[in-house]
């Protein structure tokens, strides 16, 4: 076996705006199990305590709906990150929606204290709302706001109540500092998530940029903005990827993303990176995959490759 490594799966579909996101870790255990392979029997597997019960209840929380039950989803995932960390494997998430990335950024920040963390965010959507700007307030488009511990008043369109404010205050942490994050691929942005981009420098490498620059020149700039960070945690939507080339087995699919050979070379970059802290896979979601179970099938050949290469 290659580098020491678990497996956490974060079932919870908390932060998601359609079901089934929840349902993503076990469609990439089946597809395991159907080609035959051994891999989840290889490594340890630990599995965050879900509260979707919740989904079963209209969430009074307009603004960021079950924010209630994501502070205990995080407090399980820093639980299974702290045994990561004890036995020093490396976590390989594979999660439920994006909100799970700010529960793993806050983990990783308490685990490795003032270590500067660099952020590789593969994802059609720049995930950087906060409940005061939200249009549609599920948390998995605020991930990133969260792991800034940012707010954005002055862009607010949303006010709210005081409990959504104290749940919201809860989850935030300063894990990550603005220069130290890196997009890759997002093509899905509302206006408020633009201008944030702008005012915070945020770099994304656009599908387009990536092909006109070249993936290894681009690739070579991402390691060179991130040079003085001491830890490296890469985060991958699966809708970063073009659905044509995939399935749409995703909540939220956008055309004209990057094909699949393309994703598959950025991660096992990264994976080589003696730096990496964890390595993040989210929004697979078999309930809506129109090719049965092709996209958890492909996300299973990244994880296989990805551990091929981990140093």
Known sequence: MPRNLQFIFNPSELGAGTRGASLGPEAIRAAARSKGSTLFADYPVQIVDQYNDLLDHKSPFVFAKNIDGLRSVFDSLEE???????????????????????????????????????????????????????????????????ALGLDHLHLAKNMPDSATVGHWNDLKCRAILPQDLVYIGVRDTEVEEELLMTELQLKNYTVAE???????????????????????????????????????????????????????????????????????????????????????????????????QLS
Not at 94 to 101: R, T
Not at 217 to 229: D, H, Y
Not at 254 to 263: K, R
């Open 80 to 146: 299974k990150m702290q045994n990561c960390f004890t036995h020093k494997a490396l976590p390989l998430l594979i999660s439920g929606d994006h909100s799970a990335a700010a529960g793993t950024l806050a983990a990783l920040h308490k685990l490795y204290g003032q270590k500067r963390i660099g952020v590789i965010w593969i994802d059609a959507h720049a995930d950087i709302h906060s409940p005061y700007t939200t249009p549609s307030g599920n948390i998995h488009g605020m991930p990133i706001a969260a």
């Open 210 to 308: 990536l092909r006109h620059k070249g993936l290894s020149v681009c690739l070579a700039e991402m390691s060179s903005q991130l040079k003085a960070c001491d830890i490296i945690y890469v985060s991958f939507d699966v809708d970063s990827i073009d659905p044509v080339e995939t399935s749409f087995g995703t909540g939220t699919p956008v055309a004209d993303g990057l094909h699949f050979v393309e994703a598959n070379e950025i991660l096992t970059y990264f994976s080589k990176d003696p730096r990496l802290c964890a390595l993040e896979i989210v929004e697979v979601n078999p309930c809506l995959d129109d090719e049965k179970n092709k996209m958890a099938e492909r996300t299973l050949d990244l994880i296989e490759n990805i551990i091929t």
